[in-house]
């Protein structure tokens, strides 16, 4: 076993080193952004207004509707890496990781427009009118050379069914359990038997009552993590603009020794500021995709503006107010790292220890709804690869694996999970570089369509549309 986990350790190292995935990952999300004219820029108030205004569309193929569709993906992707991710980037990159964490959001949204529409373009409807789609879909049904777009699809099925168990489900119930025992003294079996039996009660409804759950659950614990990182950013409101200085010039010139902190140069900065962004907003990886094709929706450019919100949030929002806070309280400083550094910034100003038990339930929170999120990627990953008939046992599994995963440690399911992550990446990012043409042209008829339409989103569509033009 100790042989094994040396060698995932040393591929998750090299996956997710420098040379490879993150250089793709980056270079992919420049590439498409470049392609669409710059698009989430020019169309983000528009993208928010469908998602959080508009909500649902009428007609068309799909089971949820486009906000729940969101906040299926936004399960998955807000979690852990928005609390513990974002406090190891700056601990081992200094306060300028917070600006590369940015730069990775704002072209990753680029990606994940582009894997949403690619998502909903090529979804497939069975006989009961169940809607699946995904990367397996677009990969297998849009790349021109059917044996190629059939083996990457299959590949991404594989990866993300074995993911979910890992990072989706298992060690966010670890850290549920770890989170709750340490701070309200509940045993890790009975927190391990609460996640089994809510889960179990949450997926047998498939994505209709996962849906339902996350729209209800996903903005409630974003909004109480948004109000506790408030409150600090209001005591430590003198320090702001000196946290947002720092933040930019770090980003280009390094931070030197101070206090308990080492020091970190700008490519510590880079890389853990854009590792730790693509690790929490999981643009390029293509999972989100999954969610968005089964969002009621006619048209696939109108559900890649909603689920292009979903790093928005993530990243540009939820990160950013935890790395305030981190660096506008001066905690920094301290030598602490993950979880407890972000800990230790709501302490500075949360009475009588509340910071800490704040930062277990917004862990739990967050945990819970990683998992729900990645039990609807596993089940439609395994049901591409070996038929409806699969999806049951898998969900079991699941759910014992969601028990198993709040007991023991989990060293090795971390590096398995990593290595899966980084493999499902590698035939999407192919997949939407080859299929980048398509996004560009659905894009274009669609702001052709709606020039003479009323809708909401028709004018900002058509400076868009000007600029694919002229690509």
Known sequence: ????????????????????????????????????????????????????????????????????????ALAATVGTGNIVGVATAIAAGGPGALFW??????????????????????????????????????????????????????????????????????????????????????????????????????????????????????????????????????????????????????????????????????????????????????????????????????EPARQALVSMTQTFIDTIVVCSFTGLAIVASGVWQTGVDGAPLTQAAFDSALPGGLGSEVIALCLTLFAFSTILGWSYYGSQSVSYLLGRRAVLPYRLLFIAAAFGGSLYSLQFVWLFSDVMNGLMALPNLVGLVLLSGVAVRETRDYRERQRASSYPSAGVLETVGDAVDRK
């Open 1 to 72: 076993m100790q042989t094994m986990t040396e060698w995932f350790a040393s591929a998750s190292d090299f996956i997710w080193g420098p040379y490879l995935l993150i250089p793709l990952l980056l270079g992919t999300g420049l590439f498409l952004t470049i392609r669409l004219g710059g698009l989430q820029f020019r169309t983000l108030g528009s993208a928010l207004y469908l998602a959080f205004v508009v909500r649902r569309e009428s007609g068309g193929d799909g089971q949820i509707s486009h906000f729940q569709a969101l906040m299926t």
């Open 101 to 298: 964490m940015w730069m990775t959001g704002l072209v990753g949204m680029a990606s994940k427009y582009c894997e949403a529409l690619l998502a909903v373009k090529y979804r497939v409807t069975d006989s009961s009118g169940r809607v699946s789609g995904g990367p397996m879909y677009y990969l297998s049904r849009g790349i021109r050379w059917r044996p190629l777009g059939r083996v990457l699809g299959g590949a991404f099925a594989l990866f993300t069914a074995l993911a979910a168990f890992g990072i989706g489900n298992m060690v966010q119930s670890n850290s549920m359990a770890d989170a709750v025992q340490v701070s309200f003294g509940v045993p890790k079996w009975m927190t391990g038997t609460v996640i089994a039996i809510a889960l179990g009660l949450v997926i047998v409804g498939g994505v209709r009552a996962i849906g339902r759950v996350t729209s209800v659950l996903v903005p409630a614990m974003i909004l109480l993590y948004l109000l506790a990182c408030g409150w600090v950013l209001v005591v430590a409101a003198e320090q702001i603009p000196a946290a947002i200085a720092t933040i930019f010039t770090d980003a280009f010139t390094g931070t030197s020794v101070a206090g308990g902190f080492l020091g970190a140069g700008v490519a510590q900065a880079i890389r853990f500021g854009v590792a730790r962004g693509i690790f929490s907003n999981e643009s390029g990886l293509g999972s989100a995709g999954i969610a968005a094709a089964a969002a009621q929706t006619r």
